[in-house]
């Protein structure tokens, strides 16, 4: 929705105001009454956005032009307005469809240094989103909460995602209810003890479910709508799906998203292990659009996740993968990758994190678009591809640890 704007339409939102307050009003009465994908809770995203275009104008030339889509090339003038920053790829959990549970001990790198995450200060500038959470539980990381007050302070909207398994030590609700984050979702992929600690190994679910309880009520008393429960639909749990919607009510939750989309992080091991977990899209859609007319008067707002239709080589720039051109990846150890569905740049490494600003059109990215635009589509993007000859990207490599020889 973003996207839509133009440069006339936000220049007289860029103040606090009523011309502010009647987009924002417009935008609650237009998501009021909709199923449709997850979205931010509008008051605090637009506000947020709007805030850091006037206080950084450079954000909004940037945004101006990285928006167009005739301006998509192989060296992007514009920067990367989106960005997944991952403070730590390491976890706690081995769960069944992640790649995690194939690296020694959960971890596949160090962790981020705050004043690494401070070093991309000039790439904040450009940014308008961060989601901080990569191939790890970000509560694991000390400096945590201090990247995110940093990201505030430069008025980006941020959004994480965590297990549920570390809500009740180091005050970890408080800290998450008095952060600057735009939203936590929290991943529960059973409805039941038994569905849930299969599909995520090392998991407790009562422990986990206490934790979310008790952060979702002092959310309500802080009168923050800060959490979504996030579901990843599969083979092990699709028969549960009416019991997520009683599970979310009675842990308090007021948003609920499933997810359709099983990633394969661009290996060739996971798009055949989780190719075998998939489950008849259109029926459970329609089941879900069911769960979502029952659910409105209960307050209980049910959206969709479902990975973009297939891109395309045949349409032109607009149905290329839209990530290369407008988002970057920075992995723990400070190297890029394109996008959180590879999430490993032990698979695909495009360049120095730390210096991203030249790394954005380093020779590697420049190659590695340039193949998306001539339609040689790297091996490791091919599952979000419906067609297109496919590539193997020097350089790149895929990396699997045998975890029954690493003592787990």
């Excluded at 904040?124 to 990247?147: C, Q, R, W, Y």
């Excluded at 430069?154 to 180091?170: A, D, E």
Aim: proline share 3%; hydrophobic share 35%.
């Amino acid at each position: 929705m973003l996207k839509d704007l133009s440069r006339a339409d936000i220049l007289p939102l860029i103040n606090v105001g009523k011309d502010r307050d009647d987009f924002i009003n417009l935008k609650l009465k237009e998501l009021s009454g909709k199923f449709s994908s997850p979205y931010p809770e509008p008051r605090e995203y637009w506000n947020t956005v709007f805030d850091g275009f006037k206080a950084f104008p450079e954000r909004l030339d940037n945004f101006i032009q990285a928006k167009e889509i005739s301006n998509r090339n192989a060296v992007q003038a514009s920067k990367p307005y989106l960005i997944d920053l991952e403070p730590n790829s390491r976890c706690n959990f081995r769960c069944t469809m992640c790649q995690v549970s194939e690296w020694a001990r959960g971890q596949r790198a160090r962790d981020m240094t705050f004043e690494e995450f401070q070093s991309l200060k000039s790439l904040f500038n450009f940014v308008i989103e961060a989601k901080i959470h990569g191939m790890g539980e970000p509560l694991l990381h000390k400096e945590f909460f201090n990247m995110i007050e940093y990201l505030k302070s430069y008025s980006i909207w941020t959004r994480t995602s965590i297990n549920g398994s570390l809500l009740l030590v180091n005050n970890n609700i408080e800290k998450l209810v008095k952060s600057s984050l735009g939203e936590i979702q929290i991943s529960l992929d059973g409805a039941t003890k038994k569905t849930y600690e299969k599909i995520r190994v090392r998991a407790n679910f009562e422990k986990v479910t206490k934790g979310i309880t008790e952060l979702n009520s002092a959310c309500e008393s802080n009168n923050r709508k800060l959490t979504r429960m996030w579901v990843v639909l599969q083979k092990n749990n699709v028969h549960e799906l009416a019991a997520f919607a009683e599970v979310a009510k009675e842990l308090k939750f007021k948003k609920l998203t499933f997810s359709l989309s099983l990633n394969d992080w661009g290996q060739e091991l996971w798009r055949d292990k989780n190719g075998t977990k998939g489950i008849a899209l259109e029926s459970t859609i329609d089941k879900i659009n069911e769960l979502y007319e029952d659910s409105i008067k209960q307050e209980l707002d049910i959206s969709l996740w479902r990975q973009a239709n297939k891109y395309s080589i045949n349409n032109g720039l607009q149905d290329l993968c839209p990530w290369i051109f407008d988002r970057t990846y920075i992995s723990s150890d400070m190297r890029l990758t394109p996008c959180a569905i590879i999430g490993n740049p032990d698979v695909t490494d495009l360049g120095d994190a730390s210096t991203i600003l030249n790394s954005w059109n380093s020779e590697k990215y420049v190659s590695f678009r340039k193949l998306h635009l001539d339609g040689l589509i790297p091996s490791e993007c091919a599952s979000c591809y419906s067609n297109g000859s496919q590539v193997k990207v020097p350089g790149s490599k895929q990396i699997f640890v045998d975890i029954s020889k690493s003592g787990q």
